[in-house]
């Protein structure tokens, strides 16, 4: 293999990280909420919304004079403090889904498919196209190796990264320990197989549910967050194009496990990432029809063809607590 | 699946005679109690709209007269409006069609895109066939390929469990690429070929070849440019509306769709062939949403466009939701969307975005879903709602 060949499966490694950051999140949120049997079909609102709300409070605080109870904002704290309001306000979004889902006993799709309604409309209405900021989060670690080391590309895809990124690959982990070895995610389990034998149990199965549905609304706003501060750098109407519902996909082919889900938003990131590389690897094909690859990936895998998955029991179906 | 959720499923359906034993007055009133909440979800959502206008520093008063005005009580305005209502009168079918057996038709969007692609195609090609042959040869590919485009997600659900969902979705992006491609320009130094139907004469925009003059839908009111003229699109689709009715309600057929969609196990024991079942279904859904994109490359274009029709396919959810899945109910909710879309961008020009219009949109889609909002509001007593369970499997049979 000539080292032309070699960078460009470095920058295809490289890209499948970026494009997988999303996806991994997204199908994280999707656990979070699926495990305590409410299907959430929302996480493409919850991500656009996280998203847009980190973007605008980012350029609020880059104005000439922002300033925060009269101190003026440094670069760190403004992109901490926008992280932070997108994650509160798309767990704000989680915790509404759930109570379409908990309280009215709204189908969770339908509601699903009003958090995504009002997530676009309110972005869209809300939208500056001449918003300014300051910035996006820089790389935590830069390339140490310098450009003609033969180890160049190897740091490519190691470092120069955000720190969400890292993060990420922590919560995946956080996650599965999360959901087999605490009892919190013990007992998220346990609504999400039979609720009725946990609530007998004396597990408060509403305030289980309220909290993953914030945690899951969180998770989705930091892949939108993710976007907007770390990826892209700007907002634009629409531009989760459809990562969410990917998300879900993944979610399902990893069996509803973190593990599983890490593994199934890598290769789709790489799917997504071929596209954009495809000039790169010499091949002459339309880059649409390759753009459509991840799609039918996803059909085929809904449709067992790689193995049937088990979602939990009760998903999808509300829950009248005892005593009611 | 547990006993509790078994019993909260509704009875079966009642026989296909609706008005047994009930006088007039009583299917009246009970009329009256089915339009409470759609019409107060509607208008509440309106008055959260004019909260959003003020909270932008706009007159909401002025914003509201110039979506009227533009929407309705211009001809030109009122055109465009029926012109916009006439393919999501199809899509909004396509979805309330899928929902009464039981199945979430999220992708009507896909299967428009395929059906106005397909109408793009036979519409360009010279045929030597009379103009009625050329345009009932576009709806009937573009039926087809909706069909297909819809009853592929059917079968995936009906024979290998995959939730029609998220393949609906994922048909929908599949669609939008197979055109993009159709239309595309191919690469500058000419290694990659434009797509078959790329019309060689648009320069950068990339659409299709223009429909043929012989396969353009008849025009039944004309009004002086710039002005389109209205075709009789909104024609067929009230016409398919009122067949759909007569489907669901007076046919074998609609009775087993009725019977699946309420209770898939009380089907299955009364002999209904329920996977069969599902597949039809979602292959007519697609049939019918495919028409709508023919109506919408025939009668309003003339060409296939990128993104020409996006979140058509998700306003038509709203659009059925609001008429309860009714077919007839869906020819109002459609006009209602149509005019909406249409009166935004007279709104545009009082300074409000016409992204507010998809905000009271979602609004009503929410206060129809979880109407116990609406009788807490207005303290009215709404009648039995909902109960329609959808997203009980995941990959699952």
């Excluded at chain 1, 409070?57 to 760190?76: C, H, K, P, R």
Aim: with cysteine; glycine share 12%.
């Amino acid at each position: 293999m000539s080292t032309i060949d070699l960078v460009v499966v470095f920058a295809v490694l490289n890209a499948t990280i970026r494009q997988s950051i999303p996806l991994i999140l997204g199908a994280m949120s999707g656990i979070a909420s699926e495990r305590s049997s409410i299907v959430n079909i929302g996480i493409e609102g919850m991500m656009l919304t996280g998203a847009f709300v980190g973007y605008t409070t980012n350029v609020a605080l880059s104005g000439e004079d922002a300033a925060i109870l009269g101190m003026a904002v440094s670069d760190d704290a403004r992109l901490i403090i926008s992280v932070l309001i997108g994650l509160l306000v798309s767990g704000l979004m989680g915790l509404f889904h759930g109570v379409l889902c908990i309280q009215y006993k709204v189908d969770h799709i339908i509601s699903g498919t009003v958090v995504n309604l009002l997530a676009a409309g309110a972005t869209g209405y809300f939208y500056d196209a001449n918003a300014q900021t300051k910035g996006k989060i820089p790389n935590l670690i830069s390339n140490p190796w310098p450009r003609d080391h033969f180890l160049r590309d190897v740091g490519v895809v190691l470092f120069d990264k955000d720190l969400i990124t890292y993060i990420t690959f922590i919560i995946v982990a956080l996650m599965t320990f999360w959901l087999f070895g605490s009892v919190w995610g013990l007992r998220t389990r346990s609504i999400g197989e039979n609720p009725r034998a946990a609530d007998t149990l004396g597990v408060n199965v509403y305030r289980l549910q309220y909290t993953n549905l914030f945690l899951s609304g969180m998770l989705a706003g930091l892949a939108g967050v993710y976007l907007t501060l770390a990826d892209v750098g700007i907002f634009e109407r629409g531009m989760t194009a459809g990562k969410g519902f990917i998300a879900l996909a993944v979610m399902i082919f990893g069996k509803w496990h973190p593990m599983g889900a890490l593994g199934g938003a890598l290769l789709f990131g790489l799917l997504l990432s071929l596209q954009s590389q495809l000039q790169f690897l010499g091949l002459v094909v339309p880059q649409q029809l390759v753009a459509l690859l991840p799609y039918v990936v996803t059909v085929v895998v809904l449709a067992g063809f790689v193995g049937q998955a088990r979602p939990p029991a009760h998903i999808g179906q509300s829950y009248e607590v005892e005593g009611h | 699946m547990s006993i509790q959720a078994e019993a909260s499923r509704p009875a079966m359906p009642s026989a296909p005679n609706g008005l047994n034993g009930r006088t007039l007055g009583s299917a009246l009133q009970a009329f009256g109690q089915t339009l409470i909440v759609p019409i107060l979800s509607i208008l509440t959502a309106l008055i959260a709209g004019a909260i959003l206008i003020l909270l932008a520093g706009r007159d909401p008063v002025a914003a509201y007269q110039a979506l009227i005005d533009g929407a309705l009580l211009e001809p030109r305005g009122l055109i465009q409006s029926l012109l916009k209502t006439s393919p999501l009168i199809l899509s909004g079918l396509a979805v309330g069609f899928a929902f009464k057996g039981g199945l979430f038709n999220i992708g009507a969007q896909g299967q428009l895109i395929m059906g106005s692609v397909a109408a793009a195609w036979i519409g360009a090609t010279d045929l030597g066939v009379p103009i009625w042959l050329h345009i009932t040869l576009a709806f009937g590919a573009g039926a087809l390929i909706g069909a297909i485009w819809g009853g592929i997600p059917g079968a995936l659900k009906a024979y290998y469990g995959a939730n029609e969902v998220i393949t609906t979705i994922m048909f929908n992006f599949i669609a939008s690429r197979v055109a993009e491609w159709l239309i595309s320009n191919g690469s500058t130094d000419g290694r990659i070929r434009p797509g078959p139907l790329t019309d060689p004469n648009s320069g950068a925009v990339q659409r299709s070849r223009p429909v043929l003059e012989n396969a353009r839908l008849p025009v039944v009111f004309d009004y002086p440019p710039p002005a389109d003229p209205l075709n009789v699109g909104i024609f067929i689709a009230v016409a398919a509306a009122i067949i759909v009715l007569i489907i669901v309600n007076r046919t074998t057929f609609g009775f087993e769709l009725r019977m699946v969609g309420q209770n898939p196990n009380a089907a299955r024991y009364a002999g209904v062939n329920v996977p069969r079942q599902t597949m039809l279904t979602m292959a007519i859904a697609g049939a019918l949403a495919g028409m709508a994109g023919v109506i919408q490359t025939l009668g309003v274009n003339g060409y296939y466009e990128a993104n020409q029709s996006l979140g058509l396919g998700f306003d038509s959810i709203t659009v059925s939701l609001l008429a309860a899945n009714h077919p007839i109910g869906i020819i109002f909710s459609a006009f209602l969307f149509g005019a909406l879309e249409q009166g935004s961008t007279r709104m545009q020009r009082t300074g409000v975005a016409p992204e507010l219009v998809v905000l009271v949109q979602a609004l009503i889609l929410m206060f129809i879903a979880a109407p116990q909002i609406i009788q807490y509001i207005y303290r009215v007593r709404v009648g039995s709602t909902g109960g329609q369970r959808l997203s009980s499997s995941w990959g699952q049979k």
